[in-house]
């Protein structure tokens, strides 16, 4: 069945460590999309990309930096984990960006920087 | 650029009836959705409604007001399962055509 998965699901890591989360997709979709959400804050973009070559920064992107391996695949790095990034994160697709092209969500990952 | 307001919760009874609003600022976009989302999971698409007036699907409905920069999401015959955060969002015209999205509203539907 066409997914969006999301690795890991729960990652506990400290203060200044690089860490990498990983987003594939089998729907075949050209647009990705890496969120955040904070309780009470909704969510938020962080980057998103039209396809390999297309990568942009979204309302949060400070701290964070992405890489698009492929068309199915999504990754978001943070450089130098710190405390206030803890969150949950979610790795989104959608086929096109008009009009009624809903977003498909993975299961999240949920950080935590101790 | 966007903004979208919610109530942050609201409650209701099993088998009743809810709305859930959401008031905007936007300098335009293509139209209004609604995401649910249950505690632990992931975001789900459950409406769209591209022009003004109602939507209806099966026991959700949802409204578009543009002149009135206003929008809500009815849900009818409650259950308890449809206790969960519900999001709207709107799709920029400008840039990329990012989805923003809400605060969100958190309801809980009681026995």
């Known amino acids: 069945d066409a997914d969006v998965t999301q690795t890991p699901r729960n990652r506990i890591t400290k203060t200044g460590k690089r860490i990498m989360l990983e987003c594939s997709q089998t729907?075949?979709?050209?647009?990705m999309y890496w969120y955040r959400q904070d309780p009470g804050l909704g969510l938020r973009l962080i980057y998103y990309?039209?396809?390999?070559?297309?990568?942009n920064k979204g309302e949060i992107s400070d701290g964070y930096s992405v890489s698009r391996q492929a068309q199915a695949k999504f990754s978001l790095s943070l450089e130098s984990a710190i405390p206030n990034q803890t969150a949950l994160y979610f790795c989104?697709?959608?086929?096109?960006?008009?009009?009624?092209?809903?977003?498909?969500f993975g299961n999240g990952t949920r950080l935590t920087v101790t | 650029g966007q903004s979208l307001e919610q109530p942050s919760e609201v409650t209701a009874v099993e088998g009743a009836i809810v709305q859930i609003n959401c008031t905007y600022q936007?300098?335009?976009?293509?139209?209004l959705s609604w995401y649910q989302q249950h505690d632990g999971g992931a975001p789900t698409f459950l409406s769209y409604n591209a022009l003004d007036g109602l939507e209806e699907t099966g026991r959700f409905s949802s409204f578009l007001s543009r002149s009135d920069s206003y929008g809500y999401l009815l849900l009818q015959e409650l259950q308890m399962k449809d206790s969960a955060s519900y999001f709207c969002?709107?799709?920029?015209?400008?840039?990329?055509?990012?989805?923003?999205f809400g605060t969100g509203t958190r309801l809980l539907v009681s026995p």
């Open positions: 989104a697709t959608s086929d096109q960006g008009q009009g009624n092209s809903p977003l498909h």
């Open positions: 729907k075949g979709h050209d647009r």
């Open positions: 990309s039209f396809d390999v070559k297309d990568i």
């Open positions: 936007t300098s335009g976009f293509y139209g």
């Open positions: 969002a709107v799709r920029a015209r400008t840039g990329f055509q990012k989805l923003v």
